[in-house]
């Protein structure tokens, strides 16, 4: 049987797990969790994710690897890439571990990025905001997610606070975005070279975390971001799923930052899509076919976060389907998702507001 090693052991390792079973593809995973949210689908190695002797095991035993997050360490991966296939290529990941790395990157793509600096002293940081203007946002360079490691800067009051709490790591500083709407694309690719895109998702965030996502199959804007996307995979001979996080502003896209892995945004896919994001990642990294990524029908994907709703209630929705990860309940922890998957768009929306309602009151 085919093995597949995924470093990391959360709810995408999971995911990427039940898409695999079906191909006949055995999964070990390595995390130093020992009660990590993929330990009841997979094998799995308790232990840091750099840990030499784990990921030689890793590379003895498997035919093929991957990652389910980019905080990684890069030389560690690349110690053991002479002994297995590791898909996206460790380049990419790099590349996205560092938004100042990312942004250059971008630039040099020719993809269009917020005004930003890099900035190392609270100084070069005043200079900066006097260029970039204000509202700004000051982020981490390395090791930010979900909105961790960024301040909004409304205005010079209290930045030597701001400051005080991010500092002693890189920073940037990037211009606010008055964005309309916050969009991904999902593209993949193959070992071979060839490439699909998921249609463009419209995502809503609040406090920095992804609440929800929607595709918009008919959305205009899918042309450019296929462009933006398709750089990025040949910039790197990527192979694997990669999700470019956009900002639009009067019609234009802006690239925020990308994701060399499944993604949140691309969760739908699993009801909504032909093949979803996490069997055609698998397909391309074990050299297999790519899988349509066509929508289904129109769907909606609400994550659960904090707490669970009760599946009685929620369940009884026409249309909605339940992903509950296994983990412990806490504020602002990703416990689950709901798709939901319907045929017209106002059946959708009514849905969707009735799952909204029983997140909002679990009760
Ligand atoms: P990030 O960690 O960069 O993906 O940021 C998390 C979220 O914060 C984004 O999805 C946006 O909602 C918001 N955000 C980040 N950077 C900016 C920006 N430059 N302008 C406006 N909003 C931003």
Redesign the pocket.
């Known amino acids: 049987m085919t093995a597949v090693g995924i470093i990391g052991g959360g709810q995408l390792a999971r995911m990427l797990a039940l898409a695999g079973y079906p191909l006949g593809l055995t999964v070990q995973t390595l995390d130093p969790d020992p009660g990590s949210c993929a330990l009841a689908l997979t094998q799995q190695l308790v232990g840091e994710y750099g840990d030499g002797e784990k990921l030689r095991w890793l590379a003895e035993h498997c035919h093929c690897l991957t990652y389910e997050f980019e905080h990684l360490p890069v030389e560690s991966l690349r110690y053991i890439a002479d002994r297995v296939p590791i898909f996206p290529p460790l380049e990419a990941l790099g590349a996205a571990q560092d938004r100042a790395e990312e942004k250059t990157l971008f630039r040099e793509l020719d993809i269009p990025v917020?005004r930003t600096a890099n900035i190392s002293t609270l100084a070069e940081l005043d200079a900066a905001l006097t260029d970039i203007g204000l509202p700004a946002?000051l982020?981490t360079r390395r090791l930010?997610?979900?909105?961790r490691g960024?301040r909004l800067l409304q205005d010079r009051r209290g930045l030597a606070t701001t400051w005080r709490e991010l500092a002693g790591q890189p920073l940037v500083v990037?211009?606010?975005?008055p964005?309309e709407r916050?969009l991904s694309i999902i593209a993949v690719r193959a070992r071979g070279g060839e490439t699909a895109f998921y249609p463009l998702v419209e995502?809503e965030?609040r406090h920095?975390m992804?609440r929800s996502s929607a595709p918009c199959p008919e959305d205009p804007l899918n042309q450019v971001a296929q462009q933006y996307a398709t750089r990025l995979l040949n910039a790197f001979g990527y192979v694997g799923v990669l999700v470019l996080?956009l900002?639009e502003v009067n019609g234009r896209l802006l690239a925020?930052?990308f994701a060399p892995r499944v993604h949140n945004s691309g969760h739908w896919t699993i009801e909504g899509a032909q093949t979803s994001q996490f069997e055609n990642h698998l397909r391309a990294i074990l050299g297999l076919p790519l899988g349509s990524c066509r929508p289904v029908e129109h769907c909606a994907m609400i994550n659960l976060i904090g707490q669970l709703p009760d599946p009685n209630a929620l369940l009884a929705i026409p249309g909605a389907h339940l992903h509950v990860y296994g983990k412990h309940p806490r504020a602002n922890r990703k416990l689950g998702h709901v798709t939901v998957r319907e045929r017209d768009p106002v059946s959708l929306a009514q849905r969707v507001q009735s799952v909204r309602a029983l997140i909002d009151s679990p009760g």
Not at 174 to 177: F, K, S, T
Request: glycine residues 14%; charged residues 30%; proline residues 5%.
């Open positions: 917020p946002v982020k930010g997610y979900d909105g960024q990037e211009e606010y975005v964005f916050e995502n965030h920095g992804l996080e900002f925020n930052e």
